[in-house]
């Protein structure tokens, strides 16, 4: 099958956020009494339900959790001036969007956290349009997101290709039907994502 649009995470993808997911979490779970360390990856790539999960017995047993998201998307928000787009991430997304390739986002973060990652990185023009973790029932790795990316594309999610740099994004894609490129830490071609389906699209054309 033809990879005829693309799929992107955003948080350690297109933007080089995590540090500041991490700050948020830790600044707002000290605050609440339980102090999170600075090398603890535990959470990298987790939704936020799920992380919820992992550290509601050692928060106060008032805390709910929309309050407790809350804290979180207001701490990083306060931060986000730091935020910063992957290099060579937008150069990529505009050859897509100049070769005609649909776009869009996948993320396991909130409605709020999404939109100032994809403002202040100047994400937004390219984009058809982004999945949160507000717009699905279950977040990464559950298919769920990326199922509502392909029905809002209208494509099979065979052509559709994710760009994912974490495992739960990675296996939330596949079990979705979507072929994946996976980018790690150390690893940032983003002409690969170019040759993948602008070189697949050419060949269709001809």
Known sequence: MIERAVAWDIDGTLVDSEGLHHRALMTVSAGYGFPIAADDESFVGIGMDQ??????????????EAEWVAAISAAYVAGAGVLRAIPGALEAMRELQRAGVPQCCVSNSARQIVDINLAVIGALPFLRF?????????GKPDPAPYRLACRRLGLSPASVLAVEDSDPGARSARAAGCPVLRYGVDFRDFGRVLDRVLNLTTDQKE
């Open 51 to 64: 992380v919820w999960r992992s550290l509601r017995p050692r928060y106060p047993d008032g805390l709910n």
């Open 130 to 138: 982004s999945v949160s973790r507000d717009d699905v029932p279950r």
